[in-house]
């Protein structure tokens, strides 16, 4: 089973511009979270779909950014325009279900670096 | 959410026991304590779970106390592939917008001495 995949590994921009992090959840987990780490600070919730549809996005720090996940199947996180502060380490995750009980499987990250 | 205490840092020899507390004084009935790991370059993984009584996996143990307000990781055997941080999260059982989110603290970093 392939696991959840992130693309880019790295991306590198400048202040201003808009940047696109595109993830593939597992193969029929409905669930799928993005998180951040910034700054050296801890990992922080941003959003969770289920399916198409966003389910609790508490997490999302402004409206520079714009998660979406047509067709439930991968799900894309743009910056437009990014910011210094944007800067870090952003995961996905995903999940079967989203109870409790349920692991989630995390990627292994897209570094933003913004200049 | 509930908070989670952790040490910074531990040391353990290769091939050693490893044994990595949390507290969490203010947990409440219903809260799930959940392990991640979390690799060097690597996202996090999940660990173990566990509510009241004790559990084991293929990954390590979960030892929690009488009173659930601490719990303790255990590695049976570490190994060099174990260096990581660990993170101890609570997790609410009940359904909700927002109770599906894992709370992440600063974790506790692992270093295996081979």
């Known amino acids: 089973e392939a696991g959840v995949t992130q693309f880019p590994s790295h991306s590198v921009i400048e202040k201003g511009q808009t940047v696109t992090l595109r993830c593939d959840p597992i193969s029929g987990h409905d669930n799928l979270y993005w998180y951040r780490r910034v700054m050296g600070k801890e990992i922080k919730f941003l959003l969770h779909?289920?399916?198409?549809?966003?389910?609790?996005e508490s997490g999302m720090p402004n409206n520079r950014f714009l998660a979406e996940r047509t067709g439930g199947t991968y799900s894309t996180l743009k910056v437009q325009p990014a910011e210094l502060e944007d800067s870090g380490v952003y995961f996905c995750a995903s999940s079967r279900d989203a109870g409790t009980y349920n692991e989630q499987f995390f990627g292994p990250g897209t570094r933003l670096t913004v200049l | 959410d509930a908070k989670t205490t952790q040490p910074n840092s531990m040391e353990s020899n290769e091939e050693e026991p490893v044994h990595l507390p949390c507290n969490h004084s203010?947990?409440?009935?219903?809260?799930?304590i959940h392990w991640y790991r979390q690799l060097p370059s690597q996202g996090p993984e999940y660990v173990i779970h566990?509510?009241?009584s004790n559990v084991n996996n293929r990954m390590a143990s979960l030892a929690i106390a009488e009173d659930r307000k601490s719990s303790t990781l255990i590695l049976h055997r570490a190994t060099l592939r174990d260096a990581a941080v660990y993170y101890c999260?609570?997790?609410?059982?009940?359904?909700?917008?927002?109770?599906?989110?894992?709370?992440f603290g600063k974790g506790t970093k692992l270093s295996v001495i081979p």
């Open positions: 566990g509510l009241t």
């Open positions: 203010t947990i409440s009935g219903t809260d799930y």
């Open positions: 999260i609570l997790r609410a059982a009940y359904s909700g917008a927002g109770s599906y989110q894992l709370t």
């Open positions: 779909f289920v399916k198409e549809s966003k389910q609790d």
